[in-house]
């Protein structure tokens, strides 16, 4: 499924996960535009968590390695 708007992009994909993301696109008073990002997953049978499994130990690095190279 998918959704958008003038400002926002929604992907859904349902298996043995469901999985959702949104963009969003916000401009600030300054002319700076935001970028946020959010994704939902749910874990439907063993296929899903198997899937998962190496996706649960290697998040946090890659968020920390994301964080890292932003700007302000």
Same mark, same amino acid.
């Given at each position: $499924? ?5 400002? =926002?992009?929604?992907? =859904?994909?349902? !298996?043995?996960?469901? &999985? ?7 401009? =600030?008073? !300054?002319?700076?535009?935001?970028? /946020? &990002? ?13 899937? $998962?499994?190496? &996706?649960?130990?290697?998040?946090? /690095?890659? &968020? /920390?390695?994301?964080?890292?190279? =932003?700007?302000?």
């Amino acid at each position: $499924m998918i959704e958008k708007q003038k400002d =926002t992009l929604t992907l =859904t994909i349902r !298996d043995h996960l469901d &999985v959702c993301l949104c963009i969003r696109i916000i401009k =600030t008073k !300054d002319y700076i535009n935001k970028l /946020y &990002v959010i994704i939902s997953v749910k874990i439907h049978n063993f296929w899903g968590k198997l899937y $998962m499994a190496p &996706v649960f130990i290697i998040h946090p /690095y890659i &968020v /920390y390695k994301l964080f890292n190279n =932003t700007h302000s």
